[in-house]
């Protein structure tokens, strides 16, 4: 069906990066969300008209850390999205998305990095966060960093197109 050709694409990142509030705002009423011990949402994106994606939120608390293995199969694109209020804990984000990225599933696979709630007064910049997170490094893979407020929904859909270029 056409559904098994839409693009899944991975949303990941620490507990209270935003995730949640991106995909509601990006895409209110597709949102399904589950129990929150089972700790996912699920969405299917319509970035366009010719242009499906399929995000699932995987959470990024220790707890589901464990089973994020399980989630990259057949992961076309992971969008990893960090606070960029939060310099306390950008570390840890790094730390992180390099234990996601070096799961045999991730080989090749295109990053999005979402710096998110740039609404608020002294984030770090696009430069820092890209620093702090060691991309000038991944020098075969494909990525990319944003800019983008899952609450004042700024970004968002420049974000996710610019995904949708990178899985094509
Ligand atoms: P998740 O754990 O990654 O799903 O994070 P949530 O979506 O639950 O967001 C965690 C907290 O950050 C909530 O209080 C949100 O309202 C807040 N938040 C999320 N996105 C933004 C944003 O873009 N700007 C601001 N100022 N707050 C945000």
């Known amino acids: 069906s056409d559904f098994n050709k839409i693009p899944t694409v991975i949303m990941m990142g620490l507990d209270s990066s935003g995730k949640s509030t991106l995909l509601y705002t990006f895409q209110k009423e597709e ?12 969405a299917t994106l319509n970035v366009d008209k010719n242009t499906a994606l399929t995000v699932w939120d995987v959470g990024g608390q220790s707890k589901m ?8 199969e057949g992961c076309k694109a992971l969008v990893f ?18 234990v996601i990225l070096s799961d045999n599933n991730m080989k090749g696979v295109p990053l999005m990095v979402l710096a998110n709630k740039k609404d608020l007064p002294n984030t770090m910049t696009i430069r820092e ?4 997170l060691d991309l000038p490094n ?7 960093i944003q800019a983008c407020s899952g609450l004042k929904g700024l970004g968002l859909k420049q974000a996710f197109l610019s995904v949708a270029k990178l899985v094509k």
């Open 65 to 72: 850390r464990a089973n994020w293995k399980y989630y990259l």
């Open 129 to 132: 966060v890209c620093n702090q």
């Open 31 to 42: 949102v399904m969300k589950t129990s929150p011990t089972v700790g996912f949402n699920v």
């Open 81 to 98: 999205v960090v606070d960029s209020s939060d310099r306390a804990r950008i570390r840890e984000a790094h730390k992180v998305l390099k």
């Open 138 to 144: 991944y020098k075969h893979r494909a990525w990319e």
